[in-house]
């Protein structure tokens, strides 16, 4: 056995990558240029990393300064290759970087991908495409590589099929970089070919800021007595940093593949702003709003941030410090003119320039939001049903921007009906009644079951219109916001009923009457609900239920309460307040009844429905099924 077999060494690929690379294959197919632009992205990646890490240990440009991305190919051998002269791999990271995928929550992604979803590109591409992709076109690849600064004899060969495994070896490898060459499939020889690779490296990939070289294509053959000319490198694309152009000579199909590169998404942004600042600060900033929420949106160990650049070398990615957790789905790049090339994350947490460039680039995301929702309002409610709900953690983080947080909030009205989420906080209060002050809302689990609460009776008896919301945030936001433009948020079913000044005298007149009329039912009431009310009183909430229930104004909302329950928190709460509708039949049956436990029961009923009805777990759901079948039992003696 010769000494490169021993060393030759066969690892099993991770099964999430497997399985990534099963359904990158298969669903990518009608996509399949895009490996391309992919594997020029992590070479421009690699390129960036080695001029950051140069700026601190020059060796590591082994006096080759010059990066670049060379793309070869050989129709005979029917191969593709991609070259770098970046960073490199070492042994370790080969293995790793190619081998699995450290993403946490891939295994659930996959998993939770049905039949269907696994043909459809936008889900896998949602991942993050990369590497595999080449296992689109090739049917083997092979990457030879080697870490800048380490000896010649330290490269190493990864080779793979694409299928359960991979081998390793190691390799001489003079110059530092990555060569990734492809193997062509027979189907897909079209891709050994310069003017098929030209034209897609112009597509997906004119905007890396590197030269992308090619060998010059030769024409005809040369005149009697001339020496055949010898082709060189030339390059192929624009090879200038996009962002440092004027935004008017730069194309949207520029803009979006720019994207592509720096998210590593495989859809279209909704939408972008690109700027230059200049004077104080001087830095540019072209951010972007994604079309899809990624996959790991709710784990907040996820990395987020944007790319860094200063003067226009890429410094880190991932810097977190430009923008606030719930703006975390925006994606691009800040260049700074400013920062010192050293500047670290701990130097970046610390320095008041990022501040102000922080306020700054948050003014910009939500100007574009707003941009958005004004020109395009479909468009907007996408973004609206992506990210809506991380939009909403904003009040509570930013509290200088929380107006202009909450222009951008939607919600579901009873003004449409529909459980859509259109309807802005502006739009409410243009449709205010005269006399109202206050916005109301209630708080659900569905929209449904907010739409047909108890609560809402009145509301829609006077026509005034009540939000119905039912993402489980929202209860914890209306408590952080508490109010917009002058107006304060009111649960519908907290404290006393305020309609503010609409019909105001005349409500309160009759509830003085009522509750004199029927003061000692209402202390009966109280007396065989003592354990589960607070108080009992009558209500002019309702129209059509016998009786509903009200917090406090300082309690917890109903939602919360199961919310904290459900997260194993039970946090001491009050009982709730009983408000009857004496206008009811039912109601008035129990004013008139004698004998005391028919009262008790009708009362423990009435009580029980008002739970069911808002959406509250009985807590003895048998005695209540019991105490209602010996009344229908009595119906039909
Ligand atoms: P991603 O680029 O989204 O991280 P990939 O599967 O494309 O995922 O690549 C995985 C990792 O392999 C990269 O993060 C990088 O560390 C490494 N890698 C890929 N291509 C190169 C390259 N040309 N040079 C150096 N490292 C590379």
Sequence with gaps: MSTEEVQ??????????????????????????IFLRELISNASDAADKLRFQGLADGALFENDPELKITIEFNKEANTLSISDN????????????????????????????????????????????GFYSSFIVADKVDVETRKAGQAADQGVRWSSTGEADFSIEPIEKTNRGTTVILHLKKEESEFADGNRIRHVVKK???HIALPIEMLEEVFGEPEEGEEPKEPGFETVNTATALWARSKTEIEDTEYCEFYKHVSHDFEDPLTWSHNKVEGKLDYTSLLYVPSRAPFDMWNREAPRGLKLYVQKVFIMDEAEQFLPLYLRFVKGIVDSNDLSLNVSREILQQDPAIESMRNALVKRVLDMLSRVAKKDPELYLKFWNEFGQVLKEGPAEDFTNREKIAKLFRFASTETGNETQDQSLDAYIERMQPGQDKIYYTCADTFKAGLNNPHMEIFRKKGIEVFILYDRIDDWLVSQLSDYDGKSFQDIARGELDLGDIDKEEDEKDSKERNETFKSLLEQVQETLKDQVSEVRTTNRLTDSPACLVVGDDDMGLQMQKIMEAAGQAMPTNNPIMELNTEHPLIQKLNDESDSDRFNDLASIVFNQAQLAQGIQLEDPSSYVHRLNSLLMEMFK
């Design 8 to 33: 030759k060494q066969t690892h099993g690929f991770q099964t999430e990558a497997k399985q990534m690379l099963q359904l990158m294959i298969h669903s990518l197919y009608s996509n399949k240029e």
């Design 204 to 206: 997906y990939s004119d």
């Design 86 to 129: 970046g960073i490199g791999m070492n042994e370790a990271e080969v293995i790793s970087h190619l081998g699995t995928i450290a993403k946490s929550g891939t295994s659930e992604f996959l998993s939770s991908l049905t039949g269907d979803q696994k043909s459809d590109s936008q889900l896998i591409g949602q991942f993050g495409v």
